[in-house]
């Protein structure tokens, strides 16, 4: 009988020890629900936005619609800004492409930690598209709008949890760039304008195109690309791994986790701008497909089956690195 007890007394402390922030983050993911991500993204993504174009008038319609998702979940913006947007003079970008941009914003919001607030992660995505030609408009819906919907998705769900007791070790940027078709000149804007000294900027996760399947999965599309999350963290790569595992279990796919593949995909999104400044970055992505910067890339043809898998299994990397104990070390050269 006292053993009994001994050993039920032993699994009460156990549990009472356990980490409290388990339940509260599980039912969290539940925010993200494929119905708001379809709602938010036909809104982002119909040609009323005509395209979302650098600068444009339709991508700041979406911007503005970016920022009310955020202003309903009460979700603010960075401490000593003034708003939800960083300008991008267009003086900055068409130095860089020599092209003929307006000016742009990136939109930013941002949820503070409870313990060592300075320490940030940020979640991208871009939320530009490349605009209309000869009257056609070219949508954008997976390419990035896919993306711009699931940081509005991921960031109300780790808001929920903070509100339902999580303690998070450190805060939450979450950035809408601008720029990227252009040269990626919103996360370049951001990187040498940063709202947090990069030195404080513990980790980058982004998202850019996650609605689709590529040719390569044309038979099973619960898969996404992880690209450079091993490149200069260990610990980053094993908690892509780890969300994984305990949550959607879909197909990690390397392919292009590679900095010599052909396609420069590493390259070519805003994760790069944080890579290159020595933070441990990793970018999800679904692959090119036929409708890839074609006015074919439309919400119709979106899986959000898919993108919500995907979603979900962002946020658990976001919620590992917000609530880790200490911040990932970056155990790999820059090169």
Same mark, same amino acid.
């Given at each position: ?32 629900? /494929? ?52 300008a991008v003079p267009a003086a900055y970008m068409n130095k860089k492409s020599r092209e003929v941009l307006n000016d742009s914003e990136n939109i930013w919001a941002f949820i503070k930690g409870d313990e060592n607030p300075d320490e940030v992660v940020v ?9 209309? /030609?000869?009257?056609? %408009?070219?949508?954008?819906? *997976? *390419? ?32 809408? %760039?601008? &720029?990227? /078709? ?45 690209? &450079? ?7 980053? *790569? ?9 949550? %959607? ?37 679904? &692959? ?10 439309? %919400? ?30 970056v155990d790999k050269p820059l090169d």
């Amino acid at each position: 009988m006292k053993k009994h007890l001994l050993v039920a007394s032993a699994a009460l402390l156990l549990w009472s020890c356990a980490p409290k922030h388990s339940t509260s983050a599980s039912n969290s993911a539940d925010v993200i629900k /494929e119905a708001e991500l379809k709602e938010m993204l036909t809104y982002i993504a119909s040609d009323e936005m005509q395209g979302r174009e650098t600068g444009s008038e339709g991508q700041k319609a979406a911007g503005r619609y970016l920022i009310n998702q955020y202003k309903k979940t009460g979700i603010g913006f960075p401490p000593e800004q003034s708003g939800y947007y960083q300008a991008v003079p267009a003086a900055y970008m068409n130095k860089k492409s020599r092209e003929v941009l307006n000016d742009s914003e990136n939109i930013w919001a941002f949820i503070k930690g409870d313990e060592n607030p300075d320490e940030v992660v940020v979640l991208s995505a871009h939320y530009d598209h490349v605009g209309t /030609e000869n009257g056609t %408009v070219y949508n954008g819906a *997976d *390419d990035d709008g896919s993306g711009s919907v699931a940081l509005v998705e991921i960031a109300k769900a780790i808001k929920k949890a903070q509100k339902n007791g999580l303690k998070l070790k450190r805060s939450l940027l979450i950035l809408h %760039v601008t &720029g990227e /078709e252009h040269g990626l000149h919103g996360s370049r804007y951001y990187s040498e304008n940063p709202a947090f000294p990069l030195l404080n900027t513990v980790a980058n996760v982004n998202i850019d195109m996650i609605g689709r399947r590529d040719v390569e999965h044309k038979d099973n599309g619960n898969y996404v690309y992880v690209i &450079g999350s091993d490149f200069l963290s260990t610990e980053l *790569d094993k908690i892509c791994k780890s969300a994984n595992e305990k949550s %959607v279990n879909i197909f990690l796919d390397y392919k292009y986790n590679n900095k010599t593949d052909p396609n420069r995909f590493y390259y070519r999104s805003d994760h790069y701008n944080f890579a290159k400044n020595g933070i441990p970055s990793v970018f999800l992505f679904s &692959g090119v497909h036929e409708d890839y910067h074609k006015p074919t890339d439309d %919400v119709e043809k979106i899986e959000f089956d898919l993108l919500t898998k995907r979603t979900k299994l962002a946020y658990n990397i976001v919620l590992e690195l917000l609530t880790r104990e200490k911040r990932i070390v970056v155990d790999k050269p820059l090169d």
